[in-house]
């Protein structure tokens, strides 16, 4: 699966690239790219405020909850915005805490869920994450697209639906066998048009306890073209 989202990812770059770069994904409507100092000014605007021991790192307030975060940079252009909870908390907390986001992601017309609806990501009560962590080397993981500006979920929805339906009849889209043929090429319209704009987050774990780590990354800055080789 991984190396097929890859293998389409360096195919829609390369289209990009052709058409001219589009528009980038936001955090807290600055755009994620330009330099790394241009980047911490306008953070610093938003309430974010270096941290004493770490100053490549910010502090602060986001979505309701303690963050630190951290910037990447690719060839000196900010690639990724990275915020990890400054609280770490047990399992039974962190469970509660995903699924929150999920639904806040649900609620939210700016973004299209990855998958076929973010109810696929909720992790259940009975959900042992430790163990499948530990074990099962299982990765909680929940991805999103950033909708361009001008273009809510409903109007994304809908030309999804507009598309499908010049590939498939009307029976065919109501055909229960055709269902798994159907969602593949939807994810792949989907991802061909929005992929360069991704937001996910994952469960993290340290010394027994757990985090939310989000990503809102910029996916043209962040993919090589080839130059250095």
Not at 52 to 57: D, G, L, M, Q
Not at 69 to 87: F, Y
Not at 155 to 179: C, G, M, N, V
Not at 187 to 197: H, N, T
């Amino acid at each position: 699966m991984k190396r097929m989202l890859l293998s389409m990812l360096v195919s829609f770059l390369m289209s990009s690239v052709m058409f001219g770069q589009q528009e980038v994904t936001k955090f807290l409507g600055i755009p994620v790219d330009g330099s790394k100092s241009k980047m911490i000014r306008q953070l610093k605007k938003k309430g974010f405020r270096r941290d004493f021991y770490t100053p490549n790192v910010l502090v602060g307030e986001f979505n309701g909850m303690d963050v630190n975060v951290h910037i990447a940079t690719t060839k000196k252009k900010v690639s990724r915005i990275m915020i990890c909870d400054a609280n770490h908390i047990d399992e039974a907390y962190i469970k509660a805490r995903f699924n929150i986001l999920c639904a806040q992601f649900e609620k939210n017309n700016k973004y299209l869920s990855v998958a076929s609806s973010s109810l696929d990501y909720i992790v259940s009560d009975n959900e042992d994450i430790s163990y499948e962590m530990s074990v099962n080397d299982k990765r909680y993981e929940a991805t999103y697209y950033q909708l361009p500006t001008g273009i809510d979920r409903n109007a994304a929805i809908e030309d999804l639906q507009s598309f499908l339906r010049t590939r498939y009849t009307e029976e065919e889209l109501d055909d229960p066998q055709k269902q798994a043929e159907i969602e593949e090429t939807a994810f792949s319209y989907k991802w061909d048009k929005y992929a360069m704009r991704i937001v996910w987050f994952i469960i993290s774990e340290y010394s027994d306890k757990y985090y939310i780590t989000m990503f809102y990354d910029n996916e043209y800055n962040r993919i090589s073209e080839g130059e250095d080789l």
